[in-house]
């Protein structure tokens, strides 16, 4: 197999992407998995003659899951795009460590 070379190096925006994409997908690949658990666990009692209680329990605890871990993805994603833009729009040159204090303390 021959890889194939870029032809321009890796920036942290395509990294960035990668992540992006790659979490988008296992968070929609998670949340099928989930509904289909749904699906199944409700088929299985619903021929095994259950009571609705069983049904509803079962479906509540994946649209808590289902929705539980998409929003934490999209928490998570919009805090790390908020810290990397804070940091980015620092300036490098300064140093900010609240140190305002002038140097010779009154005596």
Same mark, same amino acid.
């Given at each position: 197999?021959? #890889?194939? &070379? *870029?032809?321009?190096?890796?920036? @942290?925006?395509?990294? @960035?992407?990668? *992540?992006?994409?790659?979490? #988008?997908?296992?968070?929609?690949?998670? +949340?099928? &998995?989930? &509904?289909?658990?749904?699906?199944?666990?409700?088929?299985?009692?619903?021929?095994?003659? %259950?009571?609705?209680?069983? /049904?509803?329990?079962? #479906?509540?605890? %994946?649209?808590? %899951?289902?929705?539980?871990? /998409?929003?934490?993805?999209?928490?998570? *994603?919009?805090? !790390?795009?908020? %810290?990397?833009?804070?940091?980015?729009?620092?300036?490098?040159? !300064? !140093?900010?460590?609240? +140190? +305002?204090?002038? !140097? +010779?303390?009154? *005596?």
């Amino acid at each position: 197999m021959k #890889l194939v &070379a *870029r032809s321009r190096p890796t920036t @942290d925006q395509d990294v @960035d992407h990668t *992540r992006a994409w790659t979490g #988008l997908w296992v968070v929609v690949c998670g +949340d099928v &998995a989930i &509904a289909l658990a749904a699906i199944f666990g409700v088929v299985k009692i619903s021929n095994g003659g %259950a009571n609705v209680g069983s /049904t509803v329990s079962i #479906l509540t605890s %994946a649209f808590t %899951a289902v929705g539980t871990m /998409t929003t934490a993805y999209f928490g998570i *994603r919009a805090i !790390s795009n908020t %810290a990397q833009h804070s940091i980015a729009s620092h300036p490098t040159g !300064s !140093s900010d460590t609240g +140190d +305002d204090a002038p !140097s +010779d303390p009154p *005596r």
